[in-house]
């Protein structure tokens, strides 16, 4: 997420709305700025910041205001709880994402390997697309390391299938012998 923000920049993307309010009421101190910047970081990026330093100095100012919390405050927001995943859960749950199941990710390798894989290269851009997938058909995208691992095995599932079919085609066409 960028870093730098101008004033009509924060109004338009980091202004609470009624149904944000409405979330973060039940909440105080530092948990309730917290939730209201993961609230709208998960609106803009459709996931969750990584550490408490990608969401944007500015932002963090201009939320404290709004939620009339210190900004300070966040620095006191607990990042390794369980409740942070039950608020987690719940910015999901308003916006109509769902977990990501195993299922879920069968389908996204085999969507690679059989449409991406023949035409991207990267395995950066492989991995962006999932998660940009994820989003589309809102569903948690998987963690970076999960996100490696099934580009690798989209990939290795392509290359398999693209060598047996080349083997294949290579077998049917007659080649002349010399006598």
């Known amino acids: 997420m960028r870093q730098d923000w101008e004033p009509e920049d924060l109004i338009d993307v980091w202004t609470l709305l009624e149904e944000d309010m409405k979330r973060v009421r039940n909440k105080s101190g530092a948990t309730r700025l917290g939730f209201a910047l993961l609230l709208k970081f998960f609106e803009v990026e459709a996931r969750f910041p990584e550490t408490a330093k990608e969401i944007p100095a ?46 879920d990710q069968e389908q996204l390798a085999g969507w690679l ?54 083997l294949e085609r290579l077998a049917r066409i007659s080649v002349p012998r010399k006598r």
């Open 113 to 166: 390997a059989t449409e991406l894989c023949l035409v991207e290269l990267s395995r950066d851009r492989l991995a962006a697309a999932v998660v940009a997938r994820c989003r589309n058909d809102h569903i948690k995208p998987p963690a970076p390391g999960q996100v490696r691992r099934l580009v690798g095995k989209a990939v290795k599932d392509f290359e398999a299938r693209f060598c047996r079919s080349t």
């Open 58 to 103: 500015a932002a963090v100012e201009y939320v404290a205001q709004e939620v009339k919390v210190p900004a300070e405050a966040w620095a006191e927001y607990e990042w390794q709880s369980k409740a942070i995943q039950r608020r987690r859960g719940e910015i999901r749950a308003a916006y109509g994402f769902r977990a990501n199941a195993e299922e």
